[in-house]
């Protein structure tokens, strides 16, 4: 996993709040923020404790220090007195949706603390559980699976499912309604109740494996808080225009980009060309984990009939593209083919 499975959350797991909830970074935030806010010096021992908190403390162990000087040097941007050149950043970049995130935090930093305090997190995790069980249209949610921790601090407006637990940026919970609060909570809880039924040894065998696991992960559960459409989510939900616009442009080329995806699997398959160069073709057009591929598909299924087949096999990444091509009245110019190639890579990972 040396280029596809690059995040930008990086997260080791420890328990508090009822081994549900960890706010710890969120508090050391605001304890930071407090002093910055202040004119005051913020200490060594303040930034070991941001340091070791349990979402950041990954941040300052990892190789170079990138995200917790991202951090760390935008809270001394936004509420202190660091000046920095906004307009030497790109739109899209980290640095750039850390600082709108922290200048959206500045706006409405007593609310947001008040937030903290006064909000039912527990609350929120049942109801998105429950709203995770409506979406698969079960009687119950497996009691086998093992639900990770929510632990949420101040990056960028996202939320990662990550091995040991979910992370989740607190502004965006706290500008979200409750209902899309619920709706996002439950998305990322079907990553991790799908992981309970993937087959992790075909999905981390190799990058392409990756890529083509993760579309169908991506795609269906995007239908959980994203049915309104890319531009009407990350516009007025996560509030980013640039996202939108992004967003938007790859959803609009998601068929061509399907075809791609065949063209350049084939080409592997027939040992045309290698596994690396297999990869850096597909990284032109997997962008962002697959999602806008994997709506677009997933789209195509609900619109034909299939939705209830789909969620069926919402685990098994080659009856994800079946569907699609069943979708498209086999008009789509996948070809059994393709879907053979599939069917062969992952039968015996999925009887």
């Known amino acids: 996993m040396k280029k596809i499975l690059v995040i ?26 407090d002093c910055l806010k202040n004119g005051k010096e913020v200490s060594t021992e303040q930034w070991h404790q941001f340091d070791s908190s349990a979402a950041y403390s990954i941040f300052s162990n990892y190789k170079d220090n990138r995200i917790s000087n991202i951090v760390k040097s935008t809270m001394q941007s936004v509420f202190g007195d660091l000046n920095r050149d906004k307009e030497s950043e790109n739109l899209i970049s980290l640095e750039s949706l850390v600082r709108t ?3 959206e935090i500045n706006e409405n930093y007593l609310k947001i603390k008040e937030f903290r305090h006064s909000y039912d997190f527990g609350l929120l995790i049942s109801n998105a559980k429950s709203r995770l069980q409506s979406f698969l249209g079960c009687d119950s949610l497996d009691t086998s699976v093992k639900w990770k921790p929510v632990y949420f601090l101040f990056l960028s407006a996202d939320g990662k499912d990550m091995d040991d637990a979910l992370v989740i940026d607190f502004n965006l919970i706290y500008k979200m309604t409750e209902e899309q609060r619920i709706n996002f909570l439950a998305h990322e809880f079907f990553h991790v109740y799908r992981g309970h039924f993937e087959n992790h040894e075909f999905n981390y065998a190799n990058d392409i494996n990756f890529a083509i696991d993760m579309i169908a992960n991506e795609g269906i559960a995007d239908q959980i808080d994203k049915y309104m459409g890319y531009r009407e989510y990350y516009s007025n939900i996560i509030g980013s225009k640039e996202l939108a616009e992004e967003f938007v442009s790859l959803y609009s080329k998601a068929e061509q980009d399907i075809i791609t995806l065949q063209t350049i699997l084939l080409q592997y398959a027939d040992k045309q060309i290698d596994k690396n160069t297999c990869i850096d073709k597909l990284l032109e057009i997997y962008k962002y984990n697959g999602h806008a591929l994997g709506f677009y598909m997933s789209n195509q299924i609900i619109k034909a009939g299939l939705r209830d087949e789909m969620i069926k096999e919402f685990h098994n990444p080659y009856e994800f593209y079946r569907l699609y091509l069943l979708a498209t009245n086999n008009t789509s110019p996948l070809s059994n083919e393709f879907l053979n190639f599939l069917k062969k890579a992952t039968e015996q990972y999925y009887k």
């Open 8 to 33: 930008l959350f990086l997260i080791k797991c420890s328990f508090s709040f009822a081994q549900n909830v960890d706010l710890t970074s969120v508090d050391e935030f605001f304890k930071i923020a």
């Open 101 to 103: 995130n922290y200048e």
